[in-house]
């Protein structure tokens, strides 16, 4: 998980989501090896690539990575035995445009697509979709009541004003 824009200031409401579910049939250790590699290099691109004035990548809001292995009914010495792997990334971004202008720049991301296209990746499979949220719902939770509070902002609680909980952007 990577945050973006922290301590920016920006409060911009997510606007776009990249979500590429990547489907490893085999658990093919090249394979997972060089996705979680293109992954980490991604992330370390959105937090020391190219930076605003206040150190953060324009529109990035936050990266997640998840790596979901499916187990196997055996379980050999040296290998986790692992049927398949599902690899869930999401990037959330302020809007579009910022999403492609810094895909257009990214090295990392232009090694592994293609590493993806070129066939260097042996059994790796992918949905990539890219999302718009149609609402956007923050709310955060009362130290003392345990009440709901609307609102990023909201430090008090409306029931009995008592510190809430803090919010990440993302
Ligand atoms: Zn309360």
Redesign the pocket.
């Given at each position: 998980m990577l945050d973006g824009q922290q301590g920016s200031g920006v409060t911009s409401p997510p606007g776009h989501v990249v979500c590429n579910v990547g489907h490893l049939p085999t658990a093919h250790d090249e394979d997972l090896r060089a996705t979680v590699r293109s992954s980490l290099d991604i992330m370390n691109e959105l937090s020391e690539g190219d930076l605003d004035s206040h150190g953060a990548t324009p529109g990035f809001m936050a990266n997640l990575l998840c790596v979901l292995p499916k187990p196997g009914m055996r379980r050999p010495l040296l290998h986790p035995g692992w049927q398949s792997v599902k690899e869930v990334n999401l990037s959330v971004w302020t809007d579009e445009q910022a999403a492609a202008s810094w895909y257009r720049k990214s090295h990392a991301h232009a090694n592994i697509v293609a590493d993806h296209q070129q066939g260097r990746l042996r059994t790796f499979g992918n949905l990539l979709l890219t999302l718009k949220p149609t609402k956007v719902v923050r709310q955060r939770r009362?130290?003392?009541?345990?009440?709901v509070?609307e609102g990023l902002f909201t430090d008090r609680?409306?029931?009995?004003?008592?510190p809430?909980f803090e919010l990440p952007a993302f």
């Open positions: 009362c130290r003392a009541c345990a009440a509070a609680c409306p029931r009995c004003s008592a809430t």
